[in-house]
């Protein structure tokens, strides 16, 4: 029996945090604000949402595979945002889908598409539902004559594995989950896991060029994509299987990216590894954040290729629930299907201790990675989705935002970003503010920096705090140089800063490839390319 979605909330009903943590997790909010008590605010049942009636019905033709469900349209309205989660405990669902579609297979997928194009409907592609970025809202304006979200994850099966070529052939709308257990028997992995794998399906994770497990070398999806079949309003469109090409740009990249703006990616070849049987992995602490983004520096152009090397500053490091709040630490691992990773660990700790680290523990879990501070940090990565809920109950502005830089501009590029966010977040909530940081991806050229704000707001204005502190950071890590995302993708929430980011003429190159593919204009409108 399939599982049922939460109303609000990260995964299925019955996941989240216990009361007992919810009490441990607002009582270190408390702290942090001076001994603050919180409002809670209670989130409406879900037949209390304010939903309008749909614009379109679902259409004979779509019958079969289309639902105007009530609580199907609630939980298609929204990703997994902060401000998706203000306007769910508000009971506001203005812009929720007319109906969802969950085809089996393309044929109908291509009817869909079909019927969308001729009644000016808008397609608004649905895989997990976890992004952060306003991706799945079906917030097209009056240009539409109404919306349907298309769920993909009916089309969940790994069709065929390569062990020869260690690939495999998946559809589009396989989860992280159904992909591993699919594949286990095979003995290989797709080894990526997003902090959203749980929920996350391929080709979302594909269209949105999503970072996983790798904090080195292998950081984006991209990496493990061989070729992709894509759905258009104007036809198929599939990339021939290759392991490298220099044949003029890629069919596959442009797909890749373009966050359901162009089409719908029903398959994808994929790379993938055996299965990883050497572990090792330790913490390591310095007094000065500068000694660590130092030696993340030297490791990243060293070779050694860690699959973590993450940076916690000491706030990040406090806010996370473990550390003493005075240490920058640096989480440390390798893993590998081949040979003992050793010697690898070795050469970077003599790296780490060149440069002022000390290592927490000798630690060494041979298995996965679940002991001292790097279990700590795995742990509390694993249940952060699970916060949003309580935090925006009690009116606590705590969101995230990441990018990348080049080594060379990182500390005028910290220094401008971190003050950006912390007078924003003071001035707008006029209390205090914490702003730290962390690496999530490192490349031999620059850190892939991920920032964390908590503030403490006031609910009958949340949404336009939260905005006001987004707008103001957003501004400062362009300003300095920055990308306005490294991994969480443009959606609707970042296109201002994306359409400052990219040239001019790219953006009209983008627009002419979605009239080519999307004559009616129907696929995503407003995300990637202006509507």
Known sequence: MARK????????????????????????????????????????PADAAQLPAPRVDVPAQLAAFSSADRFER????????????????????????????????????????????????????????????GGVEPAVGAAFNGTVSLDLTALNKV??????????????????????????????TMRHFPQSFEMATLGGM??????????????????????????????VMESRRLPGSGAGPSPDRMMIGSEGSLGIITEAWMRLQ?????????????????????????ISQSGLYPSNVRLLDAGEADLSGFGDGKSTI???????????????????MEICGDHGGKPESDEDDGGGHTSGTAGAWRTAFIKMPHFRPPVVSAGIIHDTFETAITWDRFAAFHSAVVGATRSAVEEVTGGPATVS??????????????????????HEVLAEQWLEIKKRASDALIKAGGTITHH???????????????????????????ATLDPAGIMNPGVIVSA
């Open 488 to 514: 969480h993708a443009v959606g609707r929430d970042h296109m201002h800063w994306y359409e400052t980011q990219r040239p001019a003429l790219f953006g009209q190159a983008l627009g002419a490839v979605k």
């Open 330 to 348: 640096v989480v440390l691992a390798f893993e590998n299907a081949d040979h003992p990773v050793d010697a690898w660990m070795a050469r970077a």
């Open 159 to 188: 069709v065929e594995v390569d062990r020869k070529s260690r690939t495999a052939r998946i559809q589009g709308g396989a989860t992280g989950p159904e992909i591993e257990r699919a594949l286990r028997g095979d003995g290989l």
């Open 437 to 458: 940081t962390r690496f999530t991806h490192v490349y031999p050229d620059g850190p892939a920096p991920y920032y964390t704000f908590v503030g403490q707001g006031r």
């Open 74 to 133: 609630l939980t298609h309205t929204y990703g997994q945002s902060y401000p998706d989660f203000v306007r769910m405990f508000e009971g506001e669902y203005q812009n929720a889908p007319d109906f969802v579609a969950r085809p089996q297979n393309e044929d109908q997928i291509s009817e869909l598409m079909s019927w969308a194009s001729g009644q000016k409907v808008a397609v608004i592609p649905y895989g997990g539902g976890s992004s952060v970025v």
């Open 274 to 298: 055996d299965r990883p049987t050497f572990r090792a992995s330790t913490a390591v602490l310095f007094e000065r954040l500068e000694d660590a983004v130092e030696t993340i520096r030297v």
């Open 5 to 44: 979605l939460n109303y609000c909330g990260w995964g299925f009903e019955g996941d989240g945090l216990t009361p007992e943590e919810e009490t441990v997790l607002l009582a270190s909010y408390s702290k942090r604000f001076g001994g603050a008590e919180f409002t809670r605010k209670r989130l409406p």
């Open 206 to 235: 594909i269209a949105t060029r999503s970072g996983g497990h790798f904090a080195t070398l292998y950081t984006h999806i991209d990496d493990f994509v061989e070729s992709t079949r894509s759905l258009t309003p104007a036809g």
